[in-house]
């Protein structure tokens, strides 16, 4: 200290100058909150997300919805809007792809076999007709288009844009301002639609833009409320200012040495600054506290020499405890480098930094300060210390410690025992989307895009072959497919599945279509049906040649008890029941389906008879007792086969199709990927013989414990029901995310356990007693289970950024524990009285903990006013364990040493006593 009081003006120029040189880094600082940032590079899902980029590439999305507020998506306004949007977004750096209504493939079968074609023609003429024909390609293949491309009310369609997976987080924000651009622009061109973006990198850069918000307005209202909060407490000038301008300059060294270091800025790092500001004041309050206490012991006026002297002495009084005090409050902050999440570590590394920036700047640049401008006069009032102002608020906290011991221990059980009530319902999620508010246009947007498509948290599970096996095997890809149907009977979270057995069936469909003589000639009206038409049922005839029902009403009455099968008892042979079962019946292999589905009858005419058959056949195939009435219309197309649908399925029944055995099915599947024009690229790794397949698994909902019941449910079914030589993956951001919850548990508990076990190690150490760690920690233990238990009452969800509360709770807590600890061992040593000694210790120390908790919070508190939900939950709590902790100091703590009367409290220690904590006044 003597150094520093003897060269203060190069302290304060050394100072000065990194201070400078630091401060033009902070405009360099980064911004990125992609998720991918959150893990190490060498972590299992960050590794496998890497290679399924590298596979499918297209796992980071954008989704544009285009919504007509009056009418449907089938009018050229739409059509327009989004044709142009592909236009504009197609072309842009890094943007691999744009899956739209304009765009899209659409395979169907021809006299060739199959092609595959654009959904919206180049000759696109935006008639009834063209329209028409639009929607009748949508429904044929729902499984595809159905909540990706149009939703269930046909108001909406969706563009989903696929961007290069590890952008810089530069290049990301021009994409997204591009895009808003393009939308901005279609929006004047289209007033009768509505526009709405979602998906992770809407999230990223709308977090951004809150980020630079919160900083612009939240950094100079703390800086503001601890101003004011020094200036209650000293009621001077000097006191007011130099702990601010201290805290002030180990903020921007901490954010320029970030910047210079190239750490990211994210979520997590906004309360950085706050917390530097709110904390650090603390090692000033100290200091300022004893150079006032000191000075208000010299009478008259202080000559240079001895004002240096006394600059000196305070520091070195105050400077242990200071020291011991900052010392666990950087262990507190750097326990959380414990955790794997990355913004977690890194927010641990520089709290720690900056408090121990502050903690210095406190003991070097506040002295000289002092020492280059001491106080013009003294007036001898001023030895009349201002802790007394506050002496009956301590008094009344005497009073109540020294009459009711075990009342306050019966409430402190009374509020642990709620508090693990609360922790028992405590909620663990970590999604991005959450730290929104619940009214932002993110919100409301993502919203509504999950609620009329398929979701906008995604996932894959990715397939992979052993050597010598192969993905098109049909007893893998039914095992796919039922994975797929399994996963959507029993996960209504979940909005759509898009898998590679998708276009498999899809392939089988059409290359499984009526021959072309189903297509005759009408006897009613000379005309001719295309393939495919609706006219493929022979209508005319199904009303006009079979009047035997109208006829027998006792036949009919019979089939209001035994159902549709007394039709069938009564035919004769060769009549509709034959006919029935035809329909109902596998045929051997090679048989000609027209002879299974009665083509050539049904093409040109269908009674009564036959019509109610394929309904008995529909219904008997029914997985349920209930049937929807879509479920009854596709249980009768298959039964017929319209266009198909009696083969949009993994081809796995030799009995089915001209095959000898299941092993030649596999052979059927190359065919149809050989015959296939269109792309696979996003679903298999080869276009001819994949050994890897995806399936794109799109969520409803963000909750990170929906995914989880997901992830878990397909391991399960794999592991029970595929078959060997194959192994499924599930990665992508929903996957890092629910990994992401995982790691925020296990992060918690180790570094709460280390704060924790740090915190009574240098305790025990410094009373040399085991004992001295417990009571040190116990105040912090009880503050961090209230913090808990409020979380979990209230619903406060435990997410990567609020599981830093405990580690702040204990970095900044634990001050007030020791210094009451160091204040009531020095009054122990002089008395045995052990009311005299609690009331002296409360006098003593009380008023710069009640100054220091008071100050903290209202510095916290600045959080409430944050863009962020997240963080405002991080300053309402911050605030409340402040005045937990502080309370259970100076409540619990004094109540516990007087009741047990530990031996290492009578004896002297290593540390010194800090002083009084006092204030005078300076004119």
């Known amino acids: 200290m003597k150094k520093i009081v003897q060269h203060p003006k190069l302290i304060i120029g050394i100072i000065l100058v990194v201070t400078l040189v630091l401060g033009f880094q902070i405009p360099n600082i980064v911004i990125d909150n992609d998720v991918k940032n959150y893990f190490p590079e060498d972590h299992p899902s960050n590794i496998r997300m890497e290679e399924l980029d590298d596979i499918f590439s297209g796992q980071v999305m954008m989704a544009i919805s285009v919504t007509n507020d009056e009418g449907t998506i089938f009018t050229p306004e739409v059509i327009d809007a989004v044709s142009n949007l592909v236009e504009a977004i197609e072309p842009m750096a890094h943007v691999e792809d744009v899956d739209a209504l304009t765009n899209s493939d659409f395979p169907t079968g021809t006299v060739d076999g199959m092609a595959v074609g654009p959904l919206v023609w180049d000759d696109f003429d935006n008639s009834p007709e063209a329209f028409a024909t639009l929607k009748e390609h949508l429904l044929e293949w729902p499984q595809m288009y159905r909540r990706a491309l149009f939703s269930d009310d046909f108001t909406s369609t969706q563009l989903i844009v696929s961007i290069e997976e590890g952008l810089p987080s530069e290049e990301m924000s021009v994409i997204y ?138 520091s070195a009084h105050v400077a242990k405890p200071i020291l011991l005090a900052g010392f666990t409050t950087i262990v507190g902050f750097a326990s959380v480098t414990t955790s794997p999440i990355v913004p977690l570590k890194q927010f641990g590394i520089f709290a720690a930094v900056g408090s121990a920036i502050a903690l210095l700047l406190s003991l070097t640049f506040i002295p000289a300060i002092l020492v280059v401008s001491p106080p013009k006069q003294r007036k001898h009032e001023e030895k009349q210390h201002k802790a007394e102002e506050g002496e009956g608020t301590l008094m009344k906290i005497y009073g109540a410690l020294s009459r009711r011991h075990w009342k306050i221990i019966f409430i402190s059980l009374v509020v642990v ?18 730290y929104f508010p619940s009214h932002s246009t993110m919100r409301v947007d993502t919203d509504y895009i999950s609620d009329k498509f398929g979701g906008t948290t995604t996932f894959s599970a990715v397939v992979r072959a052993d050597e010598g096996k192969s993905i098109i095997d049909p007893e893998l890809l039914k095992s796919m497919d039922d994975l797929s149907l399994h996963l959507q009977e029993h996960h209504p979270e979940i909005g759509k599945i898009i898998s590679f057995t998708d276009f498999i069936k899809r392939m089988n469909q059409i290359m499984n279509y009526p021959p072309a003589t189903v297509e005759a000639t009408s006897p009613e009206t000379g005309t001719e049906s295309g393939q495919g038409s609706d006219q493929g049922f022979g209508m005319d005839s199904f009303f006009d040649d079979d009047t035997s029902l109208a006829n027998e009403p006792a036949a009919t009455a019979e089939a209001s008890d035994d159902g549709f099968g007394s039709f069938f008892d009564d035919a004769e042979p060769g009549g509709e029941a034959e006919a029935a079962a035809a329909t109902a019946d596998t045929h051997e292999a090679g048989q000609d389906p027209t002879e299974k589905y009665n083509y050539d009858t049904y093409s040109t005419e269908m009674t009564y008879r036959d019509f109610l058959a394929l309904l008995e056949d529909a219904i008997s195939k029914r997985a349920g007792y209930t049937m929807s009435v879509d479920e009854l219309v596709k249980g009768i197309e298959k039964g017929f086969n319209y266009k198909g649908a009696d083969y949009y399925e993994i081809p796995y029944d030799p009995a089915k199709y001209p095959v000898a055995s299941r092993e030649e099915l596999g052979n059927l599947v190359s065919q149809y990927l050989l015959l296939y024009s269109g792309s696979l690229d996003d679903y298999a790794n080869d276009p001819l013989d994949p050994d890897i397949a995806r399936m794109l698994i799109q969520l409803k909902t963000h909750k990170t414990s929906d995914t989880d019941a997901v992830i878990k449910d397909i391991n399960t079914y794999v592991a029970k029901h595929f078959p060997e030589g194959y192994r499924v993956e599930c990665t992508g951001v929903a996957e890092m995310e629910k990994t992401l919850t995982d790691m925020v548990i296990s992060s918690q508990l180790v570094s709460l356990f280390a704060a924790l076990l740090i915190v009574f190690v240098i305790v025990a150490i410094s009373y040399r007693s085991l004992a001295a760690g417990i009571f040190g920690i116990i105040p912090l233990s009880m503050a961090i289970l209230v913090n808990f238990g409020i979380m979990g009452i209230t619903g406060i969800r435990l997410d990567m950024v609020t599981s830093i509360i405990a580690s702040i709770a204990i970095g900044i807590g634990v001050d007030y524990t020791i210094h009451f600890l160091d204040n009531y061992h020095h009054e122990r040593l002089a008395s045995d009285d052990l009311e005299l000694v609690t009331r002296n210790t409360i006098l003593l120390s009380g008023q710069a903990i009640i100054i220091n908790a008071v100050s903290v919070a209202l510095g916290f508190l ?32 004094p109540v516990l040493l007087n009741i047990f009367k530990p031996a290492f409290i009578s004896r002297p220690a290593n540390i010194k006593r800090p002083g009084a904590e006092t204030s005078g006044k300076e004119e």
């Open 417 to 434: 025992g709620v508090s693990l009530w609360g922790l028992l319902r405590l909620d663990i999620q970590s999604a991005l989307l959450d």
């Open 862 to 893: 600045v959080l409430t006013l944050s863009s962020f939900v997240v963080l405002r939950y991080i300053g309402l709590l911050v605030a409340i364990i402040m005045i937990t902790s502080s309370l259970a100091a100076m409540t619990i703590l």
């Open 177 to 314: 301002k591009n895009v808003e651009d393009d939308i901005a622009k279609q929006k004047e061109l289209h007033e009768g639609l509505t526009f709405r973006l979602a998906g992770d990198p809407v999230i990223f850069e709308r977090a951004k833009d809150y980020m630079y918000s919160d900083l612009g307005h939240l950094v100079p209202v703390v800086i503001l409320v601890v101003l004011l909060c020094l200036y209650f407490s000293f009621r001077r000038i000097r006191g007011t200012l130099l702990p601010l301008i201290a805290v002030t300059i180990s903020t921007i060294w901490t954010i320029g040495i970030m910047a210079l270091f190239g750490v990211k800025f994210t979520v997590v790092s906004t309360c950085l600054p706050v917390l530097l500001i709110a904390v650090g004041s603390a090692y000033g309050i100290h200091m300022m506290n004893h150079y006032y206490a000191e000075i208000a012991g010299k009478e008259g006026k202080v000559s240079f020499d001895e004002h240096r002297a006394l600059v000196t002495a305070s």
